[in-house]
């Protein structure tokens, strides 16, 4: 089960423990920071809590995409709204990435940069068809964007000055895919042979290895699983206001039972800039199932 790591920043400043945090992660642990770690500015705060987006169940996320320089989902007719949406989420991108860059330093030259986004609905009690509801327990995976192997480093910011924002946890993904896995969940077989993955191209469907049709499966399966929901050892946790927290999502099964207002950025960390990259997913779940779960040829891509 999930531990969480407090992180003083008198520790994380310390070079000698570049590689004690990103350990932790692989381990499958949660790393928490009591107060935001990098200056992040009192009026960008004030901005963000003041937005309010439309009740369209389809826009979870307000989504800033640090590699172009986009952003997308912001439901507004205001120009200077927009404008200053997007810097203030383009500095909190970066001011992300750098503080991460040193926390996680044998991660840094290796990862892809991710969305960042602005989380402004409530948890609880969203109206949001089953699988993508964020209050039930779930491993991460991409159903738009195959992994093929690649971690998914997520790192949030409860930005709400009165509210906490309460997470449950259960095993992590070792575990469940023993569980589960090659029965509830199959293996699938094989890679996708050229041809298909050309024509999937061609029509514009994302092309998965195995690795990815599993864990999105898993995914689905445990959302719609009502008992695993209801009987599988839980542990709840609080990140008060001001908070921060970091975690490989496809590893820590989660669930995000209230809170509003938060902010996030993600990392695509590749399995081969991992420490223990025999504790990856991918890593356990091709011993489970004796097949190769990643397509080599899309590695390069």
């Known amino acids: 089960m999930t531990q969480k790591i407090v992180v003083s920043a008198d520790e994380w400043k310390n070079p000698a423990n570049r590689n004690?945090?990103?350990?932790?992660?692989?381990?499958?642990?949660?790393?928490?920071?009591?107060?935001?770690?990098?200056?992040?500015?009192?009026?960008?705060?004030?901005?963000?809590?003041?937005q309010k987006q439309g009740s369209s169940s389809a826009r979870k996320n307000i989504a800033y995409k640090p590699v172009t320089d986009r952003i997308t989902n912001h439901e507004t007719k205001d120009p200077g709204a927009a404008e200053q949406m997007h810097q203030v989420l383009r500095?909190?991108?970066?001011?992300?990435?750098?503080?991460?860059?040193?926390?996680?330093?044998?991660?840094?030259?290796?990862?892809k940069l991710d969305y960042a986004s602005f989380r402004?609905?409530?948890?609880?009690?969203?109206?949001?068809?089953?699988?993508?509801?964020?209050?039930?327990?779930?491993?991460?995976?991409?159903?738009?964007r195959p992994m093929h192997g690649s971690r998914i480093l997520r790192f949030f910011v409860n930005i709400n000055p009165d509210e906490p924002r309460r997470w449950m946890t259960t095993h992590g993904l070792g575990e469940l895919a023993k569980q589960f896995g090659g029965r509830d969940v199959p293996f699938p077989d094989n890679v996708l042979p050229s041809w298909l993955k050309n024509l999937r191209r061609l029509l514009k469907l994302p092309v998965r290895s195995p690795y990815d049709t599993f864990m999105l499966e898993l995914h689905n399966f445990l959302k719609e699983n009502a008992q695993f929901q209801q009987t599988c050892p839980k542990d709840h946790w609080e990140f008060p206001p001001g908070s921060c927290w970091a975690v490989f999502t496809d590893q820590v099964s989660h669930a995000a039972l209230s809170?509003?207002?938060?902010?996030e950025q993600t990392l695509i960390v590749p399995r081969t800039?991992?420490?223990?990259?025999?504790?990856?997913?991918?890593?356990?779940?091709?011993?489970?199932?004796g097949k190769t779960m990643v397509d080599a040829a899309e590695l390069v891509k």
């Not at 948890?123 to 159903?143: I, S």
């Not at 809170?259 to 902010?263: E, I």
């Open 120 to 144: 402004p609905f409530q948890e609880k009690g969203r109206d949001l068809r089953l699988r993508a509801r964020n209050d039930l327990l779930h491993v991460d995976a991409f159903p738009t």
């Open 91 to 111: 500095r909190f991108s970066r001011k992300a990435i750098d503080f991460l860059s040193l926390l996680l330093a044998p991660y840094a030259a290796h990862w």
């Open 273 to 289: 800039a991992l420490l223990k990259p025999e504790l990856s997913p991918v890593s356990v779940l091709e011993r489970l199932s």
């Open 259 to 263: 809170g509003q207002y938060a902010l």
């Open 20 to 50: 004690k945090y990103a350990g932790e992660l692989e381990a499958g642990n949660l790393l928490f920071f009591p107060q935001v770690p990098f200056a992040f500015p009192a009026e960008d705060i004030a901005f963000l809590l003041q």
